[in-house]
């Protein structure tokens, strides 16, 4: 059974940074695409960034563009975002998912994957 732990979240200042981690286990991941949402209070789910585990080609939403950059370890089964520049609009529960191997216009979509972490939480104070 797949299970996806993530970690790293807290408490930053704007302008501040934090890497978020998401360990993955229990099925190869080979071909899959593992991905970083987010959700803010009372507002729907929204993409963050993707990575394909092989090849490791990355993809970001516009909102973090230049600012995260996702990454995995496949000897270690872990992926990352490392967040910088933080500002009070990133205050979100971000998930870490994984999916099937997607087309580049499928990466953002929530519902083309298959298993979610539990979330962890960031909090950016202005």
């Known amino acids: 059974q797949v299970q996806l732990a993530e970690s790293g979240g807290g408490l930053v200042q704007a302008g501040g940074s934090l890497r978020l981690s998401c360990a993955a286990s229990?099925?190869?991941?080979?071909?899959?695409?593992m991905a970083w949402f987010r959700q803010a209070p009372e507002k729907e789910r929204e993409f963050v960034a993707a990575?394909?585990?092989?090849?490791?080609?990355?993809y970001y939403a516009d909102s973090v563009k230049g600012r995260f950059t996702v990454s995995r370890d496949t000897a270690k089964s872990i992926v990352s975002l490392q967040m910088n520049n933080l500002t009070p609009e990133d205050t979100a529960v971000y998930y870490c998912?994984?999916?099937?191997?997607?087309?580049?216009?499928?990466?953002?979509?929530?519902?083309?994957?298959?298993?979610w972490g539990q979330g962890t939480q960031v909090t950016v104070s202005s």
């Open positions: 990575v394909r585990w092989s090849g490791g080609a990355t």
């Open positions: 998912a994984v999916g099937p191997r997607k087309i580049v216009s499928d990466m953002h979509r929530a519902p083309g994957y298959d298993y």
């Open positions: 229990g099925r190869s991941f080979s071909g899959a695409a």
